[in-house]
């Protein structure tokens, strides 16, 4: 199966099927490491937090981090946007569905984007290094931020031994990376943008690859064989699970002296 049958094959399935969607968001939640990582991020913001909050998910893809964000903070206001009108189609609909009242999705490319002071937290994974222009799509990133607003970032290492496509393009195979972000280069870059306060720390360490590859490469290879190889997903991860959770969470919780991703904090002061 090539990529686009294995897209269209993934559209048809969630297609008036909101629980498998729930159910595949679900699936990132627990096997991609990168979303492990963004979570901690997300929990020790919203810990900082009380009263409303405002989020911006650039770049929303499958509208994977708006289901975890409104299931666990159902009165947070989500703004979520793509330049791919047919995600932003699909997640409206599955949303709307759902009757998720504080969830808006909108096609807005990131590199006109032009709001002022509007959001308490910026999520943007695997977004940026895409963009050929990633100075001025942090600067409006950081124009878009409250004071004290965060901006959570994960972006592709220099590092890495090979690219690490970002999630979608994990399952559907496509664009290449634009940068590839040293450490101190990228908190250089945040720095010259405005952001103060920046952290950043490894993500997908050799625990990392290793569960990428039982939890998601081998998935791909068997289902880019045949369609019906979908029906033995669930025997599949309910072997190799218990192996994938261990190797996320020694990725997530212990210190990494490099990796494929940088996961960044910054603070618009």
């Not at 890495?160 to 634009?178: D, E, M």
């Not at 010259?192 to 950043?200: D, L, Q, S, T």
């Not at 218990?242 to 996961?263: M, Q, T, W």
Request: charged share 20%; glycine share 4%.
């Amino acid at each position: 199966m090539q990529h686009d049958e294995l897209r269209k094959t993934l559209t048809d399935l969630f297609k008036n099927r909101p629980h498998l969607r729930s159910f595949f968001y679900i699936l990132i939640d627990v096997l991609i490491v990168s979303f492990w990582h963004v979570r901690r991020g997300i929990l020790s913001f919203a810990r900082q937090r009380t009263g409303p909050v405002h989020v911006l998910d650039a770049g929303t893809g499958l509208g994977q981090y708006v289901y975890y964000l409104t299931r666990k903070f159902p009165n947070w206001n989500i703004y979520a946007t793509d330049v791919s009108a047919n995600e932003i189609c699909e997640c409206n609909r599955f949303f709307h569905r759902l009757k998720y009242e504080r969830v808006l999705f909108r096609t807005e490319d990131l590199n006109t984007m032009c709001k002022k002071d509007v959001f308490d937290m910026v999520l943007a994974v695997n977004v940026v290094e895409y963009i050929d222009d990633h100075k001025l799509v942090l600067q409006n990133f950081f124009n878009a931020l409250k004071p004290d607003g965060m901006l959570l970032l994960s972006v592709q290492s220099d590092k890495s031994r090979v690219v690490q496509p970002n999630f979608t393009n994990k399952l559907l195979g496509n664009k290449n990376v634009a940068h590839r972000y040293n450490n101190l280069e990228l908190k250089k870059l945040l720095k010259e943008v405005g952001f103060k306060n920046i952290k950043a720390h490894y993500a997908y360490g050799t625990s990392g690859r290793i569960s990428t590859v039982l939890g998601v490469s081998i998935p791909k290879f068997l289902i880019r064989k045949s369609r019906y190889f979908l029906y033995l997903m669930p025997l599949y991860y309910l072997l190799c699970y218990p192996l994938v959770f261990v190797l996320n969470s020694i990725d997530a919780y212990f210190v990494h002296l490099s990796g494929s991703e940088l996961v960044v904090r910054a603070y618009k002061v």
